[in-house]
């Protein structure tokens, strides 16, 4: 009788091998961090949600323009730091759910709902899935800024950062947030505070991406700040046509003989 | 299940039997299935795949404990009489199949899971009709 209970969704059946590796001394790679900085807090109107751009493979800058500021619903943003396809994957089942959910209800989605979604998720992996998620948005009753750890703990509080570069954050907000600050004030006070990130984290980097919401309007501000562009190279690094002398030259047609042959009685069409 | 008010999957103990990849003489089948040693299956840590693989039926096992303790024996009962009415499929074994009634009853109509979006036909292993209508039809 095949069971009622929906699998799991992931397979297993390397876990074995694993296990065998991991005895004769080949642990597993351990998946690495993004290395990130990203922050939320709240001001008169709403929620400010700011995050760096990059995205890390171990030393290596994997993407140096990527948005970690991801859709739940028109009013809810979340950024996420960890493991970046992990990330990307929850928020987007978060937000299928989501939509789902409030088709079926038939009210405006809740900052709670998505944020109870993801925490009963994470719990029930256990840490293995690697999102640590700043969750933020303005609901039928307010607004709303969470945390939610990978494994599955979350907090409520006015102003809050994660990721590597978190701690560079945060000693911004500590020293410059007060309650009910202007929607200038709020976005001048994130983006200096992922700049605190992104100049004295190694992890972080590249621009600052930022995303206002309010009752009424969502606005998403890609690449609002861009404190690291490039410099145009200085001298030209081409070499000018006929540097290289070549001594004998060759040509050789491939095609040796050619005949076309008519399949068929042509192109007419078969109207029997 | 045994009626518990476990929310989260306990540990198990760990078994495992040659009767899902057995043969006709009653061993594992190893032409079919390749190499297999119950020995390294005891022993590898599996505590993830265990817990996912329970979470469903334990969460279904509190609430059914709890309607039991509250309205009585029935209540569980209708529900799992239900599911198991439901769940009596006339179909042909190993083609992929959706039933929406029991997603329905399960509660999973309105919700998108992990398995709907990996597990499909590109990962599954080969068809084996004639394996699945075999044990099907045994039952």
């Known amino acids: 009788m095949a069971s009622v209970f929906s699998p799991p969704g992931f397979d297993f059946s390397n876990t074995l091998r694993n296990n065998f590796f991991a005895e004769k001394g080949v642990p597993l790679p351990k998946a690495t961090s993004t290395g990130t900085t990203i922050v939320g807090c709240l001001f008169a109107d709403g929620i400010v949600l700011g995050a760096d751009t990059r995205a890390t493979e171990g030393p290596i800058v994997a993407d140096k323009n990527c948005e970690k500021i991801h859709y739940i619903t028109d009013n809810i943003r979340c950024c996420g730091a960890g493991t970046a396809a992990d990330t990307e994957f929850t928020t987007a089942l978060i937000s299928s759910n989501m939509e789902l959910h409030s088709l079926s209800t038939g009210r405006k989605p809740r900052v709670v709902t998505a944020m109870t979604m993801l925490k009963q998720m994470l719990f029930r992996y256990q840490g293995h899935i690697g999102a640590a998620l700043v969750l933020g948005g303005v609901d039928a009753t307010g607004p709303h800024l969470f945390t939610i ?18 701690l560079a954050a945060m000693a911004v907000f500590e020293s410059s947030w007060k309650p009910n600050m202007s929607r200038e004030d709020a976005l001048e006070l994130v983006k200096t505070a992922i700049k605190a990130g992104i100049f004295n984290d190694l992890g972080s980097g590249s621009n600052v991406d930022a995303c206002v919401i309010t009752a009424s309007h969502t606005e998403m501000l890609r690449n609002i700040e861009m404190p690291n562009e490039r410099v145009q190279k200085e001298r030209q690094y081409g070499f000018r046509r006929g540097t290289t002398a070549w001594k004998s030259e060759e040509i ?20 029997t | ?96 199949q959706s039933n929406l009634h029991l997603d329905i009853l399960m509660g999973r109509d309105e919700t998108i899971e992990p398995v709907d979006i990996f597990g499909g036909m590109e990962d599954a292993p080969p068809l084996n009709i004639h394996k699945d209508m075999e044990k099907k039809l045994n039952m």
Not at chain 2, 27 to 55: C, F, M, V
């Open chain 2, 1 to 96: 299940m045994e009626p518990s008010f476990r929310i989260v999957p306990g540990s198990a103990p760990k078994s495992a039997s040659v009767n899902d990849t057995a043969n006709s003489l009653g061993l594992h089948d190893t032409l079919q299935y390749g190499p297999r040693s119950i020995a390294a299956e005891i022993k590898t840590e599996n505590a993830l795949k265990d817990r996912l693989e329970n979470w469903e039926e334990t969460q279904d096992n509190l609430k059914l404990s709890m309607q039991r303790n509250l309205y009585g024996l029935h209540a569980p009962m209708r529900l799992l009489m239900e599911r198991k009415i439901v769940s009596a499929n006339p179909h042909m074994a190993g083609l992929p």
């Open chain 1, 252 to 271: 050789r047609s491939l095609v040796v003989s050619e005949e076309v042959t008519m399949l068929g009685a042509g192109d007419e069409m078969d109207t």
């Open chain 1, 149 to 166: 750890h990978p494994h599955g703990s979350t907090d409520k509080l006015p102003y809050v950062t994660m990721g590597s570069g978190s």
